[in-house]
Protein backbone atom coordinates (compact mmCIF):
# COMPACT_ATOMS: atom_id res chain seq x y z
CA UNK A 1 0.00 0.00 0.00
CA UNK A 2 2.83 2.40 0.42
CA UNK A 3 3.77 2.11 -2.75
CA UNK A 4 0.64 3.81 -3.79
CA UNK A 5 0.34 6.74 -0.98
CA UNK A 6 2.14 9.42 -3.33
CA UNK A 7 -1.17 9.05 -5.92
CA UNK A 8 -3.61 9.40 -3.12
CA UNK A 9 -2.18 12.98 -1.92
CA UNK A 10 -4.01 16.77 -2.39
CA UNK A 11 -1.16 17.50 -3.77
CA UNK A 12 -0.56 14.92 -6.43
CA UNK A 13 -4.04 15.14 -7.70
CA UNK A 14 -3.83 18.90 -7.63
CA UNK A 15 -0.60 19.05 -10.06
CA UNK A 16 -2.38 16.80 -12.06
CA UNK A 17 -5.35 18.73 -12.83
CA UNK A 18 -3.46 21.82 -12.88
CA UNK A 19 -1.04 20.49 -15.21
CA UNK A 20 -3.67 18.72 -17.62
CA UNK A 21 -5.52 22.14 -17.53
CA UNK A 22 -2.32 23.78 -19.35
CA UNK A 23 -1.45 21.37 -21.53
CA UNK A 24 -4.43 21.16 -22.59
CA UNK A 25 -4.34 24.25 -24.77
CA UNK A 26 -1.95 23.41 -27.61
CA UNK A 27 -3.85 20.54 -28.65
CA UNK A 28 -7.42 22.80 -27.60
CA UNK A 29 -6.42 25.61 -30.14
CA UNK A 30 -4.98 23.46 -32.84
CA UNK A 31 -8.33 20.98 -32.37
CA UNK A 32 -10.49 24.56 -32.79
CA UNK A 33 -8.60 25.65 -35.70
CA UNK A 34 -9.48 22.45 -37.51
CA UNK A 35 -13.26 22.52 -36.52
CA UNK A 36 -13.24 25.65 -38.56
CA UNK A 37 -11.40 23.77 -41.46
CA UNK A 38 -13.27 21.26 -41.64
CA UNK A 39 -16.56 22.58 -40.94
CA UNK A 40 -16.25 23.95 -44.36
CA UNK A 41 -15.19 20.78 -45.99
CA UNK A 42 -11.78 20.77 -46.28
CA UNK A 43 -9.83 18.21 -44.49
CA UNK A 44 -6.39 19.38 -43.00
CA UNK A 45 -4.46 16.77 -41.71
CA UNK A 46 -1.29 18.74 -42.12
CA UNK A 47 -2.03 20.35 -38.30
CA UNK A 48 1.70 18.80 -36.99
CA UNK A 49 3.62 20.63 -39.43
CA UNK A 50 1.84 23.67 -38.62
CA UNK A 51 2.01 23.72 -35.47
CA UNK A 52 6.00 22.87 -35.52
CA UNK A 53 5.86 26.54 -37.90
CA UNK A 54 3.89 27.91 -35.25
CA UNK A 55 6.32 26.67 -32.35
CA UNK A 56 9.47 27.69 -34.42
CA UNK A 57 7.79 31.18 -35.21
CA UNK A 58 7.24 32.47 -31.73
CA UNK A 59 10.33 30.88 -30.61
CA UNK A 60 12.49 32.63 -32.67
CA UNK A 61 10.25 35.76 -32.69
CA UNK A 62 10.75 35.93 -28.96
CA UNK A 63 14.29 35.30 -29.25
CA UNK A 64 14.82 37.91 -31.08
CA UNK A 65 12.75 40.22 -28.75
CA UNK A 66 14.89 39.51 -25.54
CA UNK A 67 17.96 40.02 -27.88
CA UNK A 68 17.71 42.63 -29.65
CA UNK A 69 14.35 44.92 -27.88
CA UNK A 70 16.00 44.53 -24.25
CA UNK A 71 12.69 47.00 -23.02
CA UNK A 72 10.43 45.18 -24.16
CA UNK A 73 10.04 42.86 -21.10
CA UNK A 74 6.75 41.23 -20.69
CA UNK A 75 5.87 41.76 -24.48
CA UNK A 76 7.98 39.58 -25.76
CA UNK A 77 5.74 36.23 -25.46
CA UNK A 78 3.31 38.48 -27.22
CA UNK A 79 4.90 39.18 -30.02
CA UNK A 80 6.22 35.38 -30.07
CA UNK A 81 2.42 34.56 -29.82
CA UNK A 82 1.21 36.99 -33.00
CA UNK A 83 4.63 35.42 -34.92
CA UNK A 84 2.97 31.68 -34.91
CA UNK A 85 -0.26 33.51 -36.15
CA UNK A 86 1.33 34.67 -38.88
CA UNK A 87 3.20 31.36 -39.51
CA UNK A 88 0.13 29.54 -39.44
CA UNK A 89 -1.18 31.58 -41.61
CA UNK A 90 1.19 31.01 -44.28
CA UNK A 91 1.15 27.28 -43.77
CA UNK A 92 -2.60 27.48 -44.24
CA UNK A 93 -2.29 29.67 -47.34
CA UNK A 94 -0.36 26.71 -48.93
CA UNK A 95 -2.78 23.97 -48.03
CA UNK A 96 -5.74 26.53 -49.32
CA UNK A 97 -4.09 26.81 -52.86
CA UNK A 98 -3.75 23.22 -52.97
CA UNK A 99 -7.13 22.16 -51.80
CA UNK A 100 -9.40 24.49 -52.84
CA UNK A 101 -8.07 26.63 -55.90
CA UNK A 102 -5.61 23.65 -57.10
CA UNK A 103 -8.43 20.96 -55.82
CA UNK A 104 -5.75 18.43 -55.30
CA UNK A 105 -6.44 15.26 -52.92
CA UNK A 106 -6.72 17.12 -49.16
CA UNK A 107 -5.08 13.68 -47.59
CA UNK A 108 -1.84 13.89 -49.84
CA UNK A 109 -2.03 17.99 -49.52
CA UNK A 110 -1.84 17.58 -45.43
CA UNK A 111 0.81 14.87 -45.92
CA UNK A 112 2.63 17.44 -47.73
CA UNK A 113 2.53 20.02 -45.44
CA UNK A 114 3.73 17.90 -42.53
CA UNK A 115 6.77 16.90 -44.26
CA UNK A 116 7.48 20.69 -45.43
CA UNK A 117 6.75 21.46 -41.55
CA UNK A 118 9.21 19.13 -40.07
CA UNK A 119 12.12 19.79 -43.18
CA UNK A 120 12.01 23.75 -42.82
CA UNK A 121 11.42 24.47 -39.06
CA UNK A 122 14.37 21.66 -38.60
CA UNK A 123 16.43 23.26 -41.39
CA UNK A 124 15.78 26.71 -39.97
CA UNK A 125 16.30 26.15 -36.64
CA UNK A 126 20.05 24.67 -37.37
CA UNK A 127 20.85 27.77 -39.00
CA UNK A 128 19.55 30.05 -36.95
CA UNK A 129 21.04 28.43 -33.38
CA UNK A 130 23.52 26.22 -34.58
CA UNK A 131 23.98 22.93 -32.26
CA UNK A 132 23.46 25.27 -29.17
CA UNK A 133 20.22 24.48 -26.99
CA UNK A 134 18.91 27.82 -27.30
CA UNK A 135 16.22 29.35 -24.50
CA UNK A 136 14.05 31.83 -23.96
CA UNK A 137 11.79 33.02 -20.77
CA UNK A 138 8.82 31.24 -21.02
CA UNK A 139 5.39 33.40 -20.50
CA UNK A 140 4.95 33.56 -16.48
CA UNK A 141 2.09 32.51 -15.13
CA UNK A 142 -0.58 35.73 -14.04
CA UNK A 143 -2.56 34.66 -10.98
CA UNK A 144 -6.16 35.98 -10.51
CA UNK A 145 -6.50 37.90 -7.54
CA UNK A 146 -8.49 36.34 -5.06
CA UNK A 147 -9.41 33.16 -6.91
CA UNK A 148 -6.05 31.94 -7.22
CA UNK A 149 -5.34 31.48 -3.73
CA UNK A 150 -8.70 29.44 -3.12
CA UNK A 151 -8.05 25.59 -1.86
CA UNK A 152 -7.54 22.90 -4.68
CA UNK A 153 -9.79 24.74 -7.02
CA UNK A 154 -7.55 27.98 -7.34
CA UNK A 155 -4.38 26.26 -8.66
CA UNK A 156 -6.26 23.96 -10.80
CA UNK A 157 -7.86 27.17 -12.72
CA UNK A 158 -7.20 30.05 -11.75
CA UNK A 159 -3.26 30.54 -11.74
CA UNK A 160 -2.17 30.17 -15.09
CA UNK A 161 -0.36 31.83 -17.77
CA UNK A 162 -2.34 34.52 -20.22
CA UNK A 163 -2.10 32.38 -22.96
CA UNK A 164 -4.54 29.69 -21.62
CA UNK A 165 -6.97 32.39 -20.97
CA UNK A 166 -7.38 33.41 -23.86
CA UNK A 167 -7.21 30.20 -25.11
CA UNK A 168 -11.44 30.08 -23.19
CA UNK A 169 -11.71 33.36 -24.65
CA UNK A 170 -11.33 31.78 -28.69
CA UNK A 171 -13.29 28.92 -27.77
CA UNK A 172 -16.27 30.91 -26.67
CA UNK A 173 -15.49 32.93 -29.71
CA UNK A 174 -14.88 29.90 -32.14
CA UNK A 175 -18.43 28.54 -30.70
CA UNK A 176 -20.06 32.04 -31.49
CA UNK A 177 -18.66 32.21 -34.73
CA UNK A 178 -20.18 29.16 -35.88
CA UNK A 179 -23.17 29.06 -34.47
CA UNK A 180 -24.69 32.63 -33.89
CA UNK A 181 -23.35 34.67 -36.81
CA UNK A 182 -24.06 34.47 -40.91
CA UNK A 183 -20.34 34.14 -41.79
CA UNK A 184 -20.81 30.18 -39.27
CA UNK A 185 -23.55 29.70 -41.65
CA UNK A 186 -22.02 30.21 -44.50
CA UNK A 187 -19.28 28.14 -43.32
CA UNK A 188 -21.32 24.98 -42.47
CA UNK A 189 -23.03 25.86 -45.83
CA UNK A 190 -20.51 24.83 -47.84
CA UNK A 191 -19.03 22.08 -45.77
CA UNK A 192 -22.86 20.47 -45.95
CA UNK A 193 -24.04 21.29 -49.58
CA UNK A 194 -21.14 23.83 -51.32
CA UNK A 195 -23.76 23.84 -54.76
CA UNK A 196 -26.53 24.57 -52.65
CA UNK A 197 -24.59 27.41 -50.96
CA UNK A 198 -23.41 28.48 -54.45
CA UNK A 199 -26.89 28.53 -55.43
CA UNK A 200 -27.71 30.76 -52.53
CA UNK A 201 -25.04 33.72 -53.29
CA UNK A 202 -22.33 32.39 -51.20
CA UNK A 203 -18.91 32.25 -52.62
CA UNK A 204 -17.82 28.54 -51.64
CA UNK A 205 -14.38 29.18 -52.42
CA UNK A 206 -13.54 32.40 -50.78
CA UNK A 207 -15.90 31.67 -47.84
CA UNK A 208 -12.93 27.90 -47.73
CA UNK A 209 -9.72 30.21 -47.92
CA UNK A 210 -10.97 31.63 -44.79
CA UNK A 211 -11.82 29.08 -42.97
CA UNK A 212 -9.00 27.37 -43.79
CA UNK A 213 -6.68 30.89 -42.99
CA UNK A 214 -8.52 30.82 -39.82
CA UNK A 215 -7.89 27.34 -39.04
CA UNK A 216 -4.17 27.40 -39.47
CA UNK A 217 -4.08 30.45 -38.21
CA UNK A 218 -5.32 28.62 -34.00
CA UNK A 219 -3.07 25.77 -35.21
CA UNK A 220 0.07 28.26 -35.29
CA UNK A 221 -0.89 29.77 -32.39
CA UNK A 222 -1.27 26.08 -30.53
CA UNK A 223 1.99 25.65 -31.72
CA UNK A 224 3.63 28.96 -30.14
CA UNK A 225 1.93 28.23 -27.07
CA UNK A 226 3.70 24.72 -26.91
CA UNK A 227 7.23 26.75 -26.81
CA UNK A 228 6.45 30.56 -25.98
CA UNK A 229 4.23 29.99 -22.94
CA UNK A 230 5.58 26.17 -21.94
CA UNK A 231 8.37 24.94 -22.49
CA UNK A 232 10.90 28.09 -23.45
CA UNK A 233 13.08 25.78 -25.69
CA UNK A 234 12.62 24.64 -29.30
CA UNK A 235 13.89 20.94 -30.64
CA UNK A 236 13.45 18.80 -33.83
CA UNK A 237 9.95 17.43 -33.63
CA UNK A 238 8.66 19.54 -30.61
CA UNK A 239 5.32 18.93 -31.20
CA UNK A 240 5.42 15.39 -30.39
CA UNK A 241 2.43 13.93 -32.51
CA UNK A 242 -0.03 17.20 -30.99
CA UNK A 243 -1.31 17.87 -34.45
CA UNK A 244 -2.37 14.23 -34.85
CA UNK A 245 -4.06 14.16 -31.75
CA UNK A 246 -5.52 16.98 -32.75
CA UNK A 247 -7.23 15.68 -35.34
CA UNK A 248 -8.38 12.77 -33.48
CA UNK A 249 -9.61 15.21 -31.25
CA UNK A 250 -11.73 16.84 -33.88
CA UNK A 251 -13.90 13.76 -34.60
CA UNK A 252 -14.12 12.60 -30.68
CA UNK A 253 -15.77 15.99 -30.07
CA UNK A 254 -18.14 15.81 -33.32
CA UNK A 255 -17.35 18.66 -34.72
CA UNK A 256 -17.98 20.89 -31.65
CA UNK A 257 -15.64 23.16 -29.89
CA UNK A 258 -17.40 22.71 -26.64
CA UNK A 259 -16.39 18.99 -26.66
CA UNK A 260 -13.04 19.77 -27.83
CA UNK A 261 -12.47 21.27 -24.89
CA UNK A 262 -13.48 18.13 -22.92
CA UNK A 263 -11.17 15.77 -25.38
CA UNK A 264 -8.02 18.42 -24.75
CA UNK A 265 -8.77 18.14 -21.05
CA UNK A 266 -8.73 14.26 -21.36
CA UNK A 267 -5.37 14.25 -23.22
CA UNK A 268 -4.13 16.61 -21.18
CA UNK A 269 -4.63 14.82 -18.45
CA UNK A 270 -2.88 12.02 -19.76
CA UNK A 271 0.14 13.72 -20.21
CA UNK A 272 -0.20 15.65 -16.87
CA UNK A 273 -0.48 11.76 -14.96
CA UNK A 274 2.49 10.33 -17.13
CA UNK A 275 4.67 13.64 -15.69
CA UNK A 276 3.89 13.13 -12.46
CA UNK A 277 4.28 9.72 -12.51
CA UNK A 278 7.85 9.58 -13.92
CA UNK A 279 8.77 12.53 -11.43
CA UNK A 280 7.90 10.10 -8.55
CA UNK A 281 10.20 7.13 -10.62
CA UNK A 282 8.09 4.40 -9.30
CA UNK A 283 9.72 0.70 -9.62
CA UNK A 284 6.69 -0.89 -10.39
CA UNK A 285 5.64 0.99 -13.82
CA UNK A 286 7.94 0.90 -16.57
CA UNK A 287 8.99 4.58 -17.84
CA UNK A 288 7.88 2.96 -21.19
CA UNK A 289 4.12 2.44 -20.64
CA UNK A 290 3.68 6.27 -19.32
CA UNK A 291 4.79 7.42 -22.12
CA UNK A 292 2.22 5.09 -24.09
CA UNK A 293 -0.53 7.18 -22.41
CA UNK A 294 -1.51 10.04 -24.23
CA UNK A 295 -1.06 7.88 -27.86
CA UNK A 296 -2.60 4.98 -26.47
CA UNK A 297 -5.69 7.13 -25.01
CA UNK A 298 -5.47 8.80 -28.71
CA UNK A 299 -6.37 5.00 -30.53
CA UNK A 300 -9.00 4.51 -27.97
CA UNK A 301 -10.50 7.31 -29.04
CA UNK A 302 -10.79 6.49 -32.54
CA UNK A 303 -11.91 3.24 -31.83
CA UNK A 304 -15.17 4.91 -29.97
CA UNK A 305 -15.60 7.87 -32.59
CA UNK A 306 -18.31 8.28 -34.60
CA UNK A 307 -18.31 10.04 -38.00
CA UNK A 308 -21.89 10.09 -38.51
CA UNK A 309 -21.51 14.49 -37.91
CA UNK A 310 -18.83 14.89 -39.76
CA UNK A 311 -19.49 17.92 -42.74
CA UNK A 312 -20.80 15.89 -46.26
CA UNK A 313 -18.89 17.65 -48.06
CA UNK A 314 -15.52 17.18 -46.23
CA UNK A 315 -12.72 16.48 -48.19
CA UNK A 316 -14.46 16.76 -51.26
CA UNK A 317 -13.36 19.93 -53.81
CA UNK A 318 -16.04 21.91 -55.39
CA UNK A 319 -15.90 22.11 -58.95
CA UNK A 320 -18.60 25.04 -59.91
CA UNK A 321 -21.57 23.19 -62.53
Not at 117 to 140: C, D, H, K, N, V
Not at 283 to 296: K, N, R
Amino acid sequence: MSEFEPLLTTSFLVGVLAGAVRLAVPILLAALGEIVTERAGVLNLGLEGIMLAGALAGFMATSWAEHELPGAGGAAPWLGLGAGVLAGLAMGLVMAVLSVSLRTDQVVAGIMLVALGYGATAYIYREAFGSLTARIAPMGPAPVPGLAELPVIGPVLFAHDPATYLSLAILAGVSFLLFRTTWGLAIRAVGERPAAADTAGIDVARTRYAAVLVGSALTGLGGAVLTVAQLGIFKEGVTAGRGWIAVALVIFARWRPGLALAGALLFGCATALQFRLQALNLPWLPYEVLLMLPYLLTLLVLMRARTEDAPAALGTPYVKE
